[in-house]
Each structure stands twice: as structure tokens, then as C-alpha cells.
């Protein structure tokens, strides 16, 4: 069965940092790109981050960029996000999820993690 | 301000079929045929429902499915059932930077 299982969230103060982890397991990790999408309470979905198989191609969101870095390890089958510079409206869900290619769909999704950027 | 629109809610009836639409430009939805959709029940991560604009994976009901005309995609759904009440996404490709967009979300209400 191909499982995301994310970890790592929790509270913390604004300008604090915190790295999230997504274990993967049932698929081949390493021939797939990884996501991470976040959702604030009571918000629609929104596209943060995205690496490719290898780890060489990245992309961000705007607002995340020069503060959040995606990477991972096919070793250990984990995907990554260090979030640095953390401000009050990244409070969210984050989600990892998995596509089959560059522009590919996202499935299936782990489960979430909350982040609570708060004083 | 979410890159695709979608209506906020819709609502329908046990039996009867709905629609719900996802426009954005010829930059996303209308350049590539792209174009996925997500249910999501309260406190539950999303789950794959269309790809590639109307494909359905193994597994997902086929009263569900997709179109597109244009710039706008569409995500059916036949035939309502109460469990198909939930959030419903759409997202697509796009050429800039970012290369991936979603709607805002429409909560569906069988009513």
C-alpha cells in the first residue's frame, strides 16, 4: 500500500523554524516527484513546494521563497521541508504528496501535519 | 486570491447530477490538458478524483468525471450520493513560475 505519513509539525514563534518530514513507503520513491501543498483553517488548498526524482529540480511558491527549502533523502525514503523566517500566516496543514511526473496529478496525500506560527 | 475560480457552494439532490466549473486562463487550464480534481471530507487529507482533465484512477466511482472547454474544466458528478457531500478542488499545470495552481474550493451539499 503506498503510505505519505508526515511529522515534524507543532507550535512555534514567529521568525522560529521548524522541518517537516514525509515517510514514504509502498512505491518506489525515487522515480517520483514530491509536493508539499498547505491548507490555513477553514482554506482551500494551496501549492508550496515541488522537487523532482532526483533532487535537483526545485520550485516554490512566492511566498515561501528564500524561506522554505524542499529536498530529500531517496535513501531514507523522505521528503523534506525546512521552514525558516516563519511568520503568523503560515499557520496551516501541510501536506507531502506524490506525482507520476513534472505536471502530474498529486496521490496520493499523507495525512497532514499542523503548524501553528504563534506568540 | 486563488488562481482558478470556483464556485464558493453548490447543492443537489440525492439522484439528481451536478456540476461544478474551474476557469483560469489559456496559461494553466486552457494551454494544457492538465487538469486534475480532489474531494476532501472535513478533517481528511484530499483525495485523486479526476486527472488529466477527465481520466478516473482505479477505484474512484464512475459517476464521477471531467471535461474541459476552453479555459474552463468541469467535475460532474452523477447520480449524487450523501457521501459525496465535501470540498471539491481543481488544479492544473501552469507555465509560470510556480507550475502548479489550484481553485479556491466548492463545498458540495446533498441536500
Known amino acids: 500500500e503506498v503510505q505519505l505519513v508526515e511529522s515534524g509539525g507543532g507550535l512555534v514563534q514567529p521568525g522560529g523554524s521548524l522541518r517537516l518530514s514525509c515517510a514514504a513507503s509502498?512505491?518506489?520513491?525515487?522515480?517520483?516527484?514530491m509536493h508539499w501543498v498547505r491548507q490555513a483553517p477553514g482554506k482551500g488548498l494551496v501549492w508550496v513546494s515541488r522537487?523532482?526524482?532526483?533532487?535537483?529540480?526545485?520550485s516554490y511558491a512566492d511566498f515561501v521563497k528564500g524561506r522554505f527549502t524542499i529536498s530529500r533523502d531517496n535513501a531514507k525514503n523522505t521528503l523534506y521541508l525546512q521552514m525558516n523566517s516563519l511568520r503568523v500566516e503560515d499557520t496551516a496543514v501541510y501536506y507531502c504528496?506524490?506525482?507520476?511526473?513534472?505536471?502530474?496529478?498529486?496521490?496520493?496525500w499523507g495525512q497532514g501535519t499542523l503548524v501553528t506560527v504563534s506568540s | 486570491q486563488s488562481a482558478l475560480t470556483q464556485p464558493a457552494s453548490v447543492s443537489g439532490s440525492p439522484g439528481q447530477s451536478i456540476t461544478i466549473s474551474c476557469t483560469g486562463t489559456?496559461?494553466?487550464?486552457?494551454?494544457?490538458?492538465?487538469v486534475s480534481w480532489y474531494q476532501q471530507h472535513p478533517g481528511k487529507a484530499p483525495k485523486l478524483m479526476i486527472y488529466?482533465?477527465?481520466n478516473r484512477p482505479s477505484g474512484v466511482s464512475n459517476r464521477f468525471s471531467g471535461s474541459k472547454s476552453g479555459n474552463t474544466a468541469s467535475l460532474t458528478i452523477s447520480w449524487l450520493q450523501a457521501e459525496d457531500e465535501a470540498d471539491y478542488y481543481c488544479?492544473?499545470?501552469?507555465?509560470?513560475?510556480?507550475?502548479?495552481?489550484f481553485g479556491g474550493g466548492t463545498k458540495l451539499t446533498v441536500l
Open positions: 489559456s496559461s494553466d487550464v486552457g494551454g494544457y490538458n492538465y
Open positions: 488529466d482533465v477527465s
Open positions: 504528496a506524490k506525482a507520476p511526473r513534472s505536471n502530474g496529478w498529486f496521490d496520493p
Open positions: 509502498g512505491f518506489t520513491f525515487s522515480n517520483y516527484w
Open positions: 488544479s492544473s499545470y501552469t507555465s509560470s513560475s510556480t507550475r502548479v495552481v
Open positions: 522537487i523532482n526524482s532526483d533532487g535537483s529540480t526545485t
